[in-house]
């Protein structure tokens, strides 16, 4: 029977909510979101220019969402962006001395998270469970694909019926009938 509590999406949410609240709490101090963070640390992993589709895949941020942050962390001299001579559509990210020092500064604090997160697990069970996480995420492409084609719609089933409305005057209580003549009144 499928439970809430135990099941894997509520799971992985739980932990990634906490980590990612108590990473922010060491990060808000540097005027650092969670998303910015995970800007910064996308572009140090990647150590290239990377467009903003690219970013966006790395950092699971919608592109309206990501073109903001970019712009305000370009604001904030963290990023740089520019338009390459062969492509004046695309827009590339990269980072400014500033945010590479601070994506220096708090990649081992996120890599000390993960080593605490894993605390009991040895190294291979640790690489197991991230090539796992891996391989869901991938599995979701068929997921993904079962909602578009309407396929998912078959599991939930007819909605239960309503039933009629009812007008203003039936949504009164009754009336009691008035009690009969010598008749004791309840208290």
């Not at 492509?87 to 980072?95: G, P």
């Not at 492409?141 to 005057?169: W, Y």
């Amino acid at each position: 029977m499928y439970r809430l509590s135990n099941s894997l999406p509520y799971l992985l949410a739980r932990l990634g909510v906490r980590m990612g609240d108590l990473f922010a709490q060491v990060i808000k101090k540097e005027g650092l979101t969670l998303p910015m963070y995970r800007v910064l640390a996308a572009l140090a992993e990647q150590d290239r220019p990377l467009r903003l589709g690219e970013l966006a895949a790395l950092t699971s941020a919608d592109m309206s969402t990501l073109s903001r942050l970019v712009a305000d962390m370009h604001r904030d001299g963290i990023l740089s962006r520019e338009r390459p001579e062969h492509d004046q559509r695309s827009l590339q990210v990269t980072l400014t001395p500033q945010g590479a020092a601070l994506a220096e500064r708090f990649m081992p604090v996120a890599a000390h998270y993960e080593d605490v997160a894993t605390g009991s697990l040895s190294a291979k069970d640790a690489a197991a469970l991230k090539a796992t996480l891996l391989q869901l995420y991938a599995n979701l492409d068929e997921l993904e694909r079962e909602v578009d084609a309407g396929d998912i719609e078959k599991l939930i089933g007819p909605a239960p019926r309503k039933r009629p409305e009812q007008s203003p005057k039936e949504r009164l209580p009754k009336e009691r009938p008035p009690p009969k003549r010598g008749a004791k009144a309840s208290k």
